[in-house]
Structure formats: structure tokens, C-alpha cells
């Protein structure tokens, strides 16, 4: 079962999270996939992907996780056991969206909320200070990201498998290049 886990302020309906979908239903493993819409309370995030994963063996599961949707990934894949594949993720992210406090708009459905300390007390509770088995995981991660420091992902996944490409941007530009590396992992 691969779960695709969106970034921060957005859905289902990224670009991300629809290509994997269509490659997946092209390949005859629509029932193998699952996008969540992930609620802006990362508890309720949490919660929301352990009830996608309640009746799955972790031993089955891979996570994709994009920026945001990584970090949550990583969480899980180290409390579950799961493989993890990480697109552009944010490393720290109670750190990381602490510049963001405030008025929020997700991108897709117009939703207006506001992150609050709240909100990175929560992130704060889920984050790891290392992972513990590099095998488990794959980064991919691109130079040219505006958002995050990719050597932030390098460093923090190192012993991982990594593809780390010059330029690009934090959707990760050229994503369905990887369909087959991600498949296969």
C-alpha cells in the first residue's frame, strides 16, 4: 500500500497526489493507494493516517511524504516501522513553520485557519531527534527548493538512499520522472 502524504496548506488535489493516483490506477493498484486530506492540527493529522493505515501491515506500507506530509512520515515510519519515501521534507518542522504564525489559506479549497503556537507544540511532540534505520527510507530532494534547505533533509537522512537533484523547486519540478524509482523502492 503506498499513502501519499500532502505538505502544509494543501490537499488531495496537488499535482503530487494526483500523478501518483493516476500511475497507480494505470498500473492496476488503485486499491494500493490512499490520499488523505490531512487536517491542520498535526495530532488530528496523525490520527487521521493511523485510521487510513488501521487494517494495513506496516511491512506493506510505504509512505510518500511531500514537505510537511515528510515530516509526518518519518514520524510514523519510526513509531510503525513502515518505509518511508520523502519529497522535499521538512526537517524540524515546529522550527521550520514557526516564520509562518498566523492567518493560513490552504491552496486548493480556500480554507482559512490560523497556525498557532498550539499547532508547533504538537509538531514539537512528533518530531525526531534522528532516525533509526536509514534503510527504511529514500530522499528525494532538489537544490532549487525555496522553502526548505535541502542539506537540512541531507544531513538529517544520511545513510538513507538519496536523490538529490541541482535546481528545481519545493513541488519538486519533473516528480513523475521518479515513478518508477519510487515503485520500486
Not at 486499491?31 to 488523505?36: F, G, I, M, V
Not at 518542522?93 to 498566523?102: D, E, K, M, V
Not at 534503510?135 to 544520511?158: F, N, S
Request: glycine share 8%.
Amino acid at each position: 500500500m503506498i499513502v501519499y502524504l500532502h505538505g502544509f496548506n494543501s490537499s488531495p488535489a496537488s499535482s503530487k497526489a494526483r500523478q501518483l493516483g493516476e500511475l497507480m490506477a494505470k498500473s492496476g493498484r488503485r486499491a494500493d493507494y490512499a490520499c488523505p486530506a490531512l487536517p491542520n492540527s498535526p495530532r488530528a493529522a496523525i490520527a487521521t493516517i493511523e485510521t487510513t493505515l488501521a487494517h494495513a501491515n506496516p511491512a506493506t506500507v510505504t509512505l510518500v511524504g511531500s514537505s510537511l506530509g515528510g515530516f509526518y512520515a518519518t514520524h510514523l515510519a519510526e513509531k510503525l516501522g513502515c518505509k518511508a519515501i520523502l519529497v522535499n521534507p521538512a526537517v524540524h518542522a515546529h522550527t521550520l513553520l514557526r516564520s509562518a504564525l498566523g492567518p493560513q489559506t490552504n491552496w486548493h479549497s480556500g480554507e482559512q485557519w490560523t497556525l498557532t503556537e498550539a499547532h508547533l507544540d504538537e509538531l514539537a511532540a512528533l518530531d525526531s531527534a534522528r532516525i533509526s534505520r536509514p534503510e527504511r527510507y529514500l530522499l528525494l530532494a532538489q537544490t532549487g527548493d525555496e522553502v526548505l534547505d535541502y542539506r537540512d533533509a541531507v544531513a538529517y537522512y544520511a545513510g538513507a538512499a538519496q536523490i538529490i537533484e541541482d535546481g528545481g523547486d519545493h513541488g519538486f519540478a519533473g516528480f513523475e520522472r521518479h515513478f518508477k524509482t519510487l515503485l520500486d523502492f
